[in-house]
């Protein structure tokens, strides 16, 4: 049976351009042959996407311009047999983002939201079978505050990604944080080690499972059934392309194994593979496996 999910985040036009490395010289034109390529992405495409790949049934909540870019997100998003009948067309322009990658994987980020942290969604919004999901994957924007405060009051699995974090009292990201029951950020900017940070976010806000995604050094667990912290190696690939969208990979194959009923460390082993796969690829919103691709190397490694 599938794992019926709902996700609501951010949906995007992005643009990859192949750099020669960071800091980038000024120079007046380059010609970086299949090194500029535009695909439909956002977080909210990229959890959607990589849990239909391993077998999910998504519905996406998102909102899109009236423009000839909504159609093209639109139609993606069915080609790969996602729901879009919660998306809405009210914004100004179609979010879009460009994303610069070095020949190591590193990349800068430029993401224009348009309007859509002006934008709020109720619950009321959305069909009553919303509510009734394994679990409800709510991103860090705007308008998913008053979703992840009622998704929680009515005792809905919440899951959400906060990305970096620097401030535990981080005002922002206080209501994701306060309402997730299953929380990953990145170790990016942290104050401190980041063992001792996720046992400060475990203390303060008690969420069930806390993940701190560290890239190449792996990712952290915290369970608070078990009362422990562990750290889960990363998975190499043979080559690293594009690092952009590992944390939502991280973050979306935890799901999907954790909601079948693996423990949160088998589901984290299963998903560093699905995110060292994943970063072989150009694009966030690209380079999912299949379960039973993550299961046959999981099997391999024991």
């Known amino acids: 049976m599938k794992n019926r999910i709902l996700v609501s985040g951010l949906l995007n036009i992005e643009t990859t351009v192949a750099v020669k490395g960071f800091p980038i010289n000024y120079f007046p034109i380059d010609y970086p042959f299949f090194g500029v390529n535009s695909n439909v992405s956002g977080v909210g495409c990229n959890i959607a996407k ?47 983002s460009a994303v610069l990658f ?21 619950p009321d919004d959305l069909p009553e079978s919303v509510m009734k ?14 979703l992840i405060r009622a998704a929680k009051k009515n005792g809905v699995v919440t899951a959400t990604d906060v990305h970096v974090l620097s401030d535990i009292n981080d005002e922002y990201n206080r209501d994701f944080m306060e309402n997730a029951d299953i929380l990953f950020m990145s170790d990016e900017r942290l104050p401190c080690p980041p063992e001792v940070f996720i046992r400060r976010i475990s203390e303060r806000f008690g969420n069930r499972i806390i993940v701190i995604g560290m890239g190449a050094k792996g990712a952290v667990l915290f369970d ?18 594009n690092t952009v969208g590992a944390g939502d990979a991280l973050f979306s194959s935890f799901i999907h194994f954790y909601i079948k009923g693996l423990t949160a460390q088998e589901a984290l082993e299963r998903a560093v ?28 490694q024991k």
């Open 224 to 241: 608070s059934a078990k009362d422990s912290t562990v750290t889960v190696p990363a998975y190499a690939p043979a080559k690293i392309v």
């Open 133 to 146: 999901t394994d679990i409800s994957v709510l991103c860090n924007i705007n308008f998913n505050r008053e």
């Open 273 to 300: 593979i699905f995110a060292g796969i994943k970063i072989g690829f150009n694009g966030a919103a690209i380079g999912f496996s299949d379960e039973k691709t993550i299961e046959r190397i999981y099997n391999n």
């Open 50 to 96: 990589a849990l239909t790949a391993l077998g999910d049934d998504v519905g996406l909540v998102s909102f899109l311009g009236n423009d000839d870019e909504s159609v093209r997100v639109i139609s993606d998003l069915e080609k790969h047999g996602i729901r879009t009948d919660m998306i809405s067309r009210t914004l100004k322009n179609t979010p879009a």
């Open 102 to 122: 070095d020949p190591d994987g590193r990349r800068q980020v430029y993401c224009d939201l348009k309007d859509i942290q002006d934008q709020s969604i109720s």
